[in-house]
């Protein structure tokens, strides 16, 4: 049986919404909702933070906690740096981000399923979208796949183009596919795409994946019906008190 670990990257510094992991969403820190949702499916989980703040928090409602470098260009980095000072023999690697409160069992047993093919090397989700409207939106990134589920392309633009077809009916003539930005990584390949440099792709995108993909990595896409809600702003915290339903 594959063996999982769970990190979970949480830095206090954020542009938006400083001390965002310990913000108190219904009675609890985010990062503690994050946390218990993961442990309802992967035994050993861990935040990996650079912050004293939150490592004692996760340390008092119980949790494990790893302090790491503040100087990690994302999160990848950090849960690599963590799972060196945890150690173990882990075979694959969760990374749910810190803000992520709503994340469901059904879709991290839908990342860790993707490792039954023995291709996988990094693994994420994909959801159709509902709307052409969402298709539209540069936050939203797209994801290609192939007839074996392997991502082709991540993309802020709108792919593929449809040709003869007016754009307001292209949702209805192909299954345009919405990224969640959640990853699981085989151990060996983590340690390998923390020592790439930033790719061609990458830069003109915004968007790390594509440093893997570049540099032909697979990726196995999961498909969610779920929708994922982040935690941003204070204003997305407002909203998700709204969501919460213990």
Known sequence: MTKF???????YASTRFPGKPLAILKGKPVIQRV??????VID??????????????????GGKAVLTSPNHRSGTDRIEEALQHIGGDWEVVLNVQGDEPFIQPSQIETLCACFEEPQTEIATLGKPFTSMEAVENPNSPKIVVDNKGFAMYFSRSVIPFIRGIDKTEWISHYPFLKHLGIYAYRTEVLRQVTQLTPSSLELAESLEQLRW???????????TDIETIGIDTPEDLRKAEEFLVD
């Not at 670990?5 to 949480?10: K, Q, V, Y």
């Not at 946390?35 to 309802?40: L, S």
């Not at 993909?213 to 498909?223: A, E, S, T």
């Open 213 to 223: 993909l570049q540099n032909g990595f697979r990726i196995k896409v999961g498909i």
């Open 5 to 11: 670990i769970g990190i979970i990257p949480a830095r």
């Open 44 to 61: 050993d989980v861990y935040v990996a933070t650079d912050d004293t703040r939150i490592f004692n928090k996760v340390e008092e409602f």
């Open 35 to 40: 946390y218990e949702q993961v442990c309802k």
